[in-house]
């Protein structure tokens, strides 16, 4: 059977870590059996993706806040705060000074987010993916939402059917860090953006009802979170012990 082919534009993919790998390693392992030759275009990951995929890495320079720190001498890979001396007690609240005002400057450079510098890599990359193959839709994933930006202009420019896949909300999220000023700049990139996708998805029938005010013209469906059977270990039993699970991360103040 001849399988039709689709790029999936996400920055994250195993074996980069995040519960967000899972959820598109998912996609791109079992959609073949649907008919579909899935190809990822992704940013360079910090090992060997497993070779059953077709993945395609660009350059990527780096997180914004991680270039930050390099320009500044500080170590990339530990919290400015810490860096600089500020107690834990202090940091880990979303209402210090220091919490607010490093916020505050993510605001400006980091919009719309810490990945934007992959953009033109992932433009250009995939410009000549798609003139090299023939595909049949492109499907992109956020956070980040860059890589939504992407595919806008991948749409743009080759004019293929667009699904964008959220995660989590845009400028809906109920997380949302920034400010008002920002979050009316932001909202109004979503709109635009989002308005050239064909269709929406997102991961609950809540958030698809909240992203339907917002997008109420699009095609908006819902997609589950979930597992591979053939990763799960089901051979443990529940007990009378007490156990805990960590089921995912702790957001800041939550």
Do not use: C
Request: net charge positive; no cysteine; hydrophobic share 35%.
């Amino acid at each position: 059977m001849d399988l039709k082919r689709v790029l999936i534009i996400t920055y994250y993919f195993p074996p980069r870590l995040g519960v967000a790998s899972l959820r598109l390693r998912g996609l791109a392992k079992y959609l073949p059996e649907f008919g579909w030759k899935p190809v990822i275009l992704t940013a360079a990951l910090p090992g060997e993706p497993d070779k059953q995929f077709q993945v395609t890495q660009t350059p990527y320079p780096g997180d914004v806040s991680v270039l930050l720190k390099k320009k500044l001498h500080l170590h990339p890979n530990k919290g400015f705060q810490e860096q600089v001396g500020v107690p834990l007690a202090i940091r880990e609240g979303r209402k210090s000074f220091t919490t607010k005002m490093i916020t505050f400057i993510k605001e400006i450079v980091a919009y719309p987010d810490e990945q934007k510098k992959w953009y033109p890599f992932a433009v250009e990359t995939g410009e000549k993916i798609i003139e090299e193959n023939n595909f049949e839709v492109i499907i992109s994933s956020s956070g980040p939402m860059t890589s939504h930006l992407i595919a806008k202009e991948l749409k743009s420019r080759f004019n293929i059917p667009w699904v964008a896949d959220l995660r989590d909300l845009w400028t809906q999220n109920h997380y949302y860090s920034y400010g008002m000023i920002r979050k009316w700049f932001e909202r109004r990139l979503e709109i635009n953006t989002l308005s050239y996708a064909d269709a929406l998805v997102t991961v609950s029938k809540p958030l698809t009802e909240t992203l339907g005010t917002m997008h109420s013209k699009k095609s908006i469906f819902t997609i589950l979170n979930g597992f591979d059977p053939e990763d799960a270990n089901t051979s443990i039993s529940l007990t009378k012990e007490f156990s805990i699970t960590y089921t995912g991360q702790l957001y800041q103040g939550k």
